[in-house]
């Protein structure tokens, strides 16, 4: 079964420190992954795409890895600023049929000043 | 970068009447667009995939004559909730893709903003 689960479910840090949030996967064949930030009552925002390939993709403060042996994905937030209070989605893209975006149930991240 | 629009942002309807959600893809051709549920602190869920000029494709469970989907055109997809009951609200998100149908996966999804549906 294609599955993708994140962890924390959630997270409290100080403003200014570092996290870094998990995200595993069953989805096969892989095609890509992504890592998505959705503020409260706001749609989703891409952050990050990775392919079978890529091993590590930064977007400014945010650092995504992928290790496609292991099925295992991380985002890595630097220096957390109160704005990156928010939701941050996995979705893994793939599947029997190649056709399947599956969304990870997110991970509640609050940044206390 | 892509834009995409919905329309109205909040809603409240009562019991029993309909309601019409639009998706706006604003600087881009869609074929391919997508609504999504989230009810609070979840996940979005995957209602249904609406193509361009042929019917959705329904999730699992998702009743289709309770979630009318039209993609009339390239820029527009329109969900309607019909006989709405309060079991219904919640938020819901559309996502566009600027690519031809059968590989929409390997795209990025441009989310709408969403709506908030409540029913009294």
């Known amino acids: 079964k294609n599955q993708v689960e994140q962890s924390p479910q959630s997270l409290i840090i100080l403003e200014g420190k570092n996290c870094t949030l998990q995200c595993n996967y069953t989805v096969s064949p892989f095609s890509n992954l992504r890592w998505y930030k959705q503020d409260t009552g706001r749609g989703p925002v891409s952050l990050t795409i990775m392919t079978f390939s890529e091993n590590t993709k930064s977007n400014g403060r945010y650092t995504a890895t992928l290790d496609a042996d292991t099925k295992q994905s991380s985002l890595h937030i630097t220096a957390s600023q109160l704005s990156d209070s928010a939701s941050y989605i996995c979705?893994?893209?793939?599947?029997?049929?190649?056709?399947?975006?599956?969304f990870g149930s997110g991970t509640r991240l609050s940044i206390r000043p | 970068g892509a834009v995409v629009s919905q329309h109205p942002s909040r809603v409240i309807c009562k019991s029993g009447t309909s309601v019409k959600i639009e998706c706006r893809s604003l600087?881009?051709?869609?074929?391919?667009m997508f609504w999504y549920r989230q009810f609070p602190k979840k996940s979005l869920m995957l209602m249904a995939t609406s193509n361009e000029g042929s019917k959705a494709t329904y999730e699992q469970g998702v009743e289709k004559d309770k979630f009318l989907i039209n993609h009339a055109s390239l820029t527009l997809s329109t969900l309607t909730v019909t006989s709405a009951h309060p079991e219904d609200s919640s938020f819901y998100i559309c996502s566009a893709i600027p690519a031809e149908p059968g590989n929409f996966f390997l795209y990025e999804q441009y989310f709408g903003p969403g709506t908030r549906l409540t029913v009294t």
């Open positions: 979705v893994v893209s793939g599947g029997s049929s190649a056709s399947k975006i599956i």
């Open positions: 600087d881009f051709q869609a074929t391919t």
